[in-house]
């Protein structure tokens, strides 16, 4: 350590661990519609997911300006948990305001949404991506202006018939997939906390299609 950073630390120690640890921060977007009939439903999984963490970790949502709030702090890192109260279509909305509230960068954003095109219960993290028909991510996509940003795809799988999409995606998760859930939400959790801690790449290659 040179002599000029000796002092520094002497007089202030505090100085040189800050510079040294930066508090990180991240925006942890969970999709889905507020409203009791909505709570179990497939398209609330974004919800869900954030509910398990706050539960497991004592956390308690604060209703904000556009959405549900709470702050979970891991690891030297903050994680801003929020669930969005614009209904999934103009999600794009509460993510842009606390985005540019919280002075996170993009980098730094993750939104968690449900997925037809993925077997039940697989997680899949990429960094950018079509909105693949998904109006939640649609809305995130104009308001952003760019597909560049991370999301985190829950599985929920395409078990519907023809012309059922919409019923099947707003309808409640059967009685199989409700005993898989714990599981497959603390998992989730785990991706989260990966995502802030190791990297949005050692999280995909460590998650994807688990």
């Known amino acids: 350590m040179c002599d000029f950073f000796k002092k520094l630390f002497k007089k202030n120690p505090t100085v040189l661990v800050k510079e040294q640890n930066p508090m990180k921060k991240f925006l942890i977007v969970g999709l889905g519609n507020i409203g009791e009939k909505y709570t179990n439903t497939r ?6 997911i954030l509910d398990q963490l706050a539960s497991k970790e004592e956390l308690t949502f604060e209703t904000v300006k556009l959405g549900d709030i709470t702050t979970y702090k891991f690891k ?3 994680f801003i948990l929020l669930k969005p109260s614009t209904y999934m279509n103009l999600s794009g909305k509460a993510v842009q305001y606390w985005l540019t509230k919280e002075k996170i960068p993009l980098e730094n954003l993750l939104v968690i949404t449900d997925d037809l095109n993925l077997p039940f219960g697989t997680l899949r993290l990429k960094t950018k991506g079509s909105d693949g028909g998904h109006n939640g991510l649609k809305d ?17 799988s395409d078990a519907f018939s023809k012309g059922r999409q919409v019923d099947y995606v707003l309808g409640e998760w059967d009685e199989e997939e409700n005993q898989k859930l714990p599981e497959r939400l603390d998992k989730s959790i785990e991706l989260i906390k990966s995502f802030g801690t190791a990297g949005v790449n050692n999280t995909m290659n460590t998650f994807n299609g688990k």
């Open 43 to 48: 398209h609330n999984i974004g919800f869900k």
């Open 140 to 156: 995130i996509q104009e308001k952003l202006n760019t597909t560049k940003y991370n999301r985190f795809r829950f599985g929920i």
């Open 76 to 78: 030297g890192r903050t």
